[in-house]
């Protein structure tokens, strides 16, 4: 268990310094994080509304923070090309991203032309059946990300890699909240890119 908090001490301090610069990505993810606590609660309700909550609310904002927001060029923090940030990420870079987010955007057409899937299960009758169909496809599809992703890490490095990147995933919107609670408040104040004055002093 050391080594896996070693490792995901690692991983954290990675994240953040090398794709957390821009303060919209960073109140993004509060956002981001703050419902995904809320999907957490509603797992023991109704799983699959919490997965509609995850994905449209948590994943999109998340999401668009690295796609829309965050800087691309080259990182003057940490001396390091974005090429270079893309190829060493540990959890899921772009091109895994846009994979994911595909299949996301997928499902609900499949379920919509598709009910029973190709018989696999039994067709939705209605639109709240057909949106709990798509809720439990989404979590499904959630629950896959993460268990492939940390098989990939656990062949491609060691166990203790994919295990630590897993609990650091689930996690995360609890550890966000804490490192970025002030985001909103810096980005009022007209700072769009964090100085990351902590990461040059580290």
Avoid at 15 to 38: E, G, T
Avoid at 75 to 87: G, I
Avoid at 119 to 148: K, N, R, S, T
Wanted: proline share 4%; hydrophobic share 50%; aromatic share 14%.
């Amino acid at each position: 268990m050391r080594h896996i908090f070693e490792e995901l001490a690692v991983q954290r301090w990675d994240d953040h310094r090398y794709y957390h610069h821009s303060r919209i990505n960073q109140s993004l993810h509060l956002l981001s994080a703050i419902s995904f606590v809320i999907a957490y609660g509603l797992l023991f309700i109704d799983p699959a509304w919490a997965a509609i909550v995850a994905w449209c609310i948590s994943m999109v904002s998340r999401q668009a923070g690295h796609f829309f927001f965050e800087p691309r060029g080259y990182d003057e923090v940490n001396q390091a090309t974005d090429a270079h940030k893309e190829e060493i990420k540990i959890g899921y870079n772009i091109r895994r991203k846009i994979v994911l987010m595909g299949a996301w955007i997928l499902i609900p057409g499949v379920l919509w032309f598709e009910p029973s899937v190709f018989g696999l299960i039994e067709p939705a009758v209605g639109l709240h059946a057909y949106l709990h169909d798509v809720g439990i496809a989404w979590l499904a599809l959630g629950v896959a990300g993460l268990v492939f992703r940390v098989g990939q890490l656990w062949w491609q490095k060691n166990l203790v890699t994919g295990l630590a990147w897993a609990f650091k995933i689930i996690t995360d919107p609890f550890h966000d909240i804490a490192l970025y609670y002030k985001a909103p408040w810096y980005l009022l104040r007209g700072q769009l890119i964090d100085p990351m004055e902590h990461v040059t002093r580290h």
